[in-house]
């Protein structure tokens, strides 16, 4: 990729967090997990992992959380930290307009909350989560090459 695309910063919701009266880490909440996907699944650039080589370490080690990781990158998302790979997946699946992370999201963990920014992070909301990820992953690999909206 050769513009750096934006997938999303926490502190594009900081204002809708504190009318709801959350703390700051819900601003996050919803972004992490695709973070920790991208992470656990090899999808992050080499950037990504020779300059967060430490702090990435570090949270593998479990010394730190995966919003402190996250804080490391300034609680940003960006396509300069995600592989060519995980970049072509990254535009069709999280798109928040067009694709179906935010959909799968709050299928999966809102529920009756009043938002998305409501949903607690844990180990196993994020694991149900992994769930739906990984089954749209498959989808869009055997479908890759193929316009984005004909994945789902």
């Not at 997990?33 to 080589?53: A, H, K, Q, Y």
């Not at 010394?63 to 490391?72: A, P």
Request: hydrophobic share 35%.
């Amino acid at each position: 990729m050769t513009d750096t695309h934006v997938y999303d910063k926490a502190k594009y919701h900081y204002e809708t967090i504190s009318q709801a009266g959350l703390p700051d880490a819900h601003a996050s909440n919803h972004i992490v997990p695709v973070f920790r996907w991208l992470i656990e699944n090899d999808l992050m650039s080499e950037f990504f992992t020779s300059e967060g080589r430490e702090p990435l370490e570090r949270y593998r080690a479990g010394e730190v959380s995966i919003h402190e990781l996250f804080e490391w990158w300034d609680t940003c998302l960006i396509s300069d930290m995600i592989s060519d790979q995980g970049n072509e997946f990254a535009m069709a699946y999280f798109d928040y307009d067009r694709g179906q992370y935010l959909k799968d999201y709050q299928r999966t963990l809102v529920g009756n909350l009043p938002s998305e920014f409501h949903v607690v992070y844990s180990n196993s909301n994020y694991a149900k989560l992994k769930r739906a990820i990984d089954c749209r992953y498959r989808q869009w690999s055997a479908k890759k090459g193929k316009p984005w909206w004909r994945f789902w």
